[in-house]
């Protein structure tokens, strides 16, 4: 239950040297530094620096190499394989990054094909929308020009409401049955039509069509519609063979993509440097920072600096009452990777301990007694075994998949301890029960594991009172609880089996709800107050009840897994031969696939979730602050910065 001491580091050197220290502090890896804007530093004539406030030419490198590295990635023929392991380069190499390749040579390039991709995709989308509005028209086999040519007949292209169609025909009919219309394509509610009448009636068959909504033609007919739409796609071919050429540039652009990862994951941590510096204090002649260290660290940060830097003045203090340094855990490497359990919910404070230790043993217990199922934890060990082996993982990542692989152990012994293996396909005899024939054995199993679990809660709780110095607290508020609780439980348990102890554990109880009543409120100033308080905080053991029942989820999930197996190996019994053998082994990985990943998810959340409501609820507060150092953070290579 280790959470690392702090020190807090003051450092004072140079101007001239503060970009050096700076880069030996992110090499190190070691220190978070403190924004001293939100500190109380009052020092004559220092200030804060200013570059900041302006965007430096970094950020604006930083900006063109994360487009170009977008870019390329977007437009790779080959995808980086998850089993690819990253490129390990010393600290000078990377410090060398920035003017050895061609980068910026190579994001103007792609700033050039990204321009005229997008170009030529405008104006095919334009293209696209023409050819629509065209294709309605196609019908109309005479152009604007050849209609001009015409000296005493006029005529009117455009469209009229569906509804109103047969009622024009009619009047134009009874006004001159000479006139020409012609319906040349119906869309959703409109109909496009084409009338042609003697100079004569253009007046009168233009009031007509008025009447009726008529909407003239917007588009420009130059030529035949169908022939305009036969040009159009000529064009948008053309553009087709364009695009493809700027892809194949870009293509052969990607052959650079290397280089420009490994000047992205460069430039990212020189402007981590860069925005670090407007946490610092200036005066007319050095500069001042202040950080956070472990003490684990601090005689490597003092090597550093006063090896290095001989003008450099630094001192290490122990936090004061009125600091919130960072939380760091340390654990054993069988604990280690359940931090990330506990600071997926919070980490603790610095005032409190560190509760993975008491989580780590629970958790994969928990999950084994809900996934059951041997070969499922065969698949757990295979698989979490050998993404650890052949992936490059980040850090909590990483730590989830050493979790599953821990987890995989009693996941075996539970599916031996109920006969589970592939939901029945091997028959396999239950070490202890098997849960679909007596689910109340593994329903008070899965009980009493909560009654432990909640009462090892309460423990911890103890546990801090006690190393707090308040001994009357943990008396008053643990054990108290203690003796209710374990009186209940003693009552329940005697009065089920004829055992003897009923009376006592009853007096037991009793002492214990008496002593809940009396203390809970003592916080209050008036004795009605103090007397509410205690009724209330005894009126909490109904809390502790519902509590103990949400441990009953050990045997709904373990069932619903099993049954779900079980239901795919019995669809395939049920399939006839010789059908049974060919749909059959598609049937079991599938079913059982869907089966791992639904059950091994719900398992993982539901024994987080029995974590931090039922277990953290008892004594667990939260709220630490993670530590985050000035540290060389990479995604495409890693930094050797030990040579």
Same mark, same amino acid.
């Given at each position: ?9 003051? *450092? ?16 190190? =890896? ?20 200013? $570059? ?16 170009? &590295?977008?870019?390329?990635?977007? %437009? ?9 392991? +990253? ?11 920035? /003017? ?13 094909? $990204?321009?005229?991709?997008?170009? %030529? %995709? ?86 007509? #069509? ?50 420009? $990862?490994?000047?992205?994951? &460069?430039?990212?941590?020189? *402007? ?92 994969? #217990? ?23 082996? %052949? ?6 990542? +990483? ?57 090892? /809660? ?20 643990? =054990?108290?609880? &203690? ?20 009376? =006592? ?28 308080? =205690? ?15 949400? &441990? ?6 373990? #069932? ?48 987080? +979730? ?34």
């Amino acid at each position: 239950m280790a959470i690392v001491k702090m020190k807090k580091l003051t *450092l004072a050197a140079p101007q001239g040297e503060r970009d050096k220290i700076l880069d030996a502090i992110q090499t190190s =890896g070691c220190v978070e530094i403190v924004d001293l804007k939100d500190e109380d530093v009052n020092i004559e004539g220092a200030s804060f620096y200013e $570059e900041g406030k302006a965007v430096s030419q970094t950020q604006i490198d930083y900006n063109h190499v994360k487009f170009t &590295y977008d870019f390329l990635k977007s %437009k790779a023929a080959e995808k980086e394989s998850l089993f690819s392991k +990253r490129e390990i380069i010393s600290k000078k190499d990377f410090d060398s990054l920035e /003017g050895k390749n061609n980068w910026n040579e190579v994001y103007l390039k792609a700033k050039d094909i $990204e321009d005229l991709l997008n170009n %030529k %995709k405008n104006e095919k989308s334009k293209l696209a929308t023409q050819i629509e509005q065209y294709s309605q028209w196609t019908n109309l086999d005479v152009s604007e020009k050849e209609l001009s040519a015409l000296k005493k007949v006029s005529y009117f292209i455009g469209t009229i409401q569906k509804k109103y169609e047969t009622k024009l025909i009619d009047e134009l009919s009874e006004l001159d049955d000479k006139i020409y219309m012609e319906k040349i394509a119906e869309k959703q509610q409109d109909v496009s039509i084409f009338i042609l009448c003697h100079n004569d009636r253009k007046n009168d068959v233009s009031e007509i #069509l008025k009447k009726y909504g008529y909407m003239k033609l917007n588009l420009e007919i130059h030529d035949k519609p169908r022939d305009i739409v036969e040009e159009l796609n000529s064009e948008i071919i053309k553009i087709d063979k364009e695009i493809e050429e700027l892809n194949s540039n870009a293509l052969e652009l990607c052959k650079s993509i290397k280089d420009v $990862e490994k000047t992205y994951d &460069y430039l990212s941590n020189k *402007l981590e440097v860069e925005n670090s510096i407007s946490s610092l204090i200036k005066t007319q002649k050095t500069f001042i920072l202040n950080g956070w260290v472990t003490v684990d660290n601090e005689e490597k940060i003092k090597n550093i600096i006063e090896g290095n830097f001989k003008d450099a003045y630094l001192i290490f203090e122990g936090p004061t009452e009125d600091d919130n340094p960072p939380v760091v855990l340390k654990n054993n490497a069988f604990v280690e990777p359940f931090e990330a359990i506990t600071s997926m919910y919070a980490l603790p404070l610095q005032t409190e301990i560190d509760p993975t230790p008491v989580v780590a043993p629970f958790y994969i #217990l928990f999950f084994g007694m809900m996934m059951a199922d041997i070969g499922y934890g065969i698949l757990l060990a295979v698989i979490g075994i050998f993404m650890l082996k %052949k992936m490059d993982l980040k850090d909590d990542i +990483r730590k989830i998949i050493k979790i599953l692989v821990y987890c995989s152990i009693p996941t075996m012994i539970f599916g031996w301890l109920y006969g589970g293996f592939f939901g029945g396909i091997i028959p396999v005899k239950p070490l202890w029960v098997n849960p679909v024939d007596d689910p109340m054995a593994v329903l008070m199993a899965s009980l009493a594991i909560g009654v432990i679990h909640l009462d090892t /809660g309460l423990g911890v709780k103890a546990y801090e009172l006690i190393k707090s110095r308040k001994y009357l607290d943990a008396l008053m508020d643990v =054990g108290s609880w &203690y003796a209710l609780l374990g009186g209940l439980v003693w009552m329940f348990i005697a009065k089920q089996n004829n055992l003897p102890g009923f009376h =006592g554990a009853s007096i037991f109880a009793i002492v214990g709800a008496i002593a809940i009543v009396l203390t809970a409120g003592r916080s209050s100033k008036s004795i009605g107050g103090k007397l509410v308080g =205690g009724l209330y905080s005894l009126y909490g053991v109904t809390g502790y009840l519902g509590d103990t029942l949400s &441990y009953s989820r050990l045997l709904a999930l373990g #069932l619903s897994s099993g049954l779900i197996g079980w239901a795919f190996n019995l669809l395939i019994d049920l399939i006839p031969a010789p059908g049974k053998y060919i749909a059959g082994p598609f049937i079991f990985v599938i079913g059982h696939t869907f089966n791992f990943l639904i059950g091994g998810l719900g398992t993982f959340v539901h024994s987080c +979730r029995l974590i931090y409501l039922e277990f953290f609820g008892k004594f667990y507060e939260g709220g630490g602050k993670v530590f985050t150092p000035l540290k060389i953070n990479t995604k495409f290579v890693k930094v050797n910065t030990e040579g």
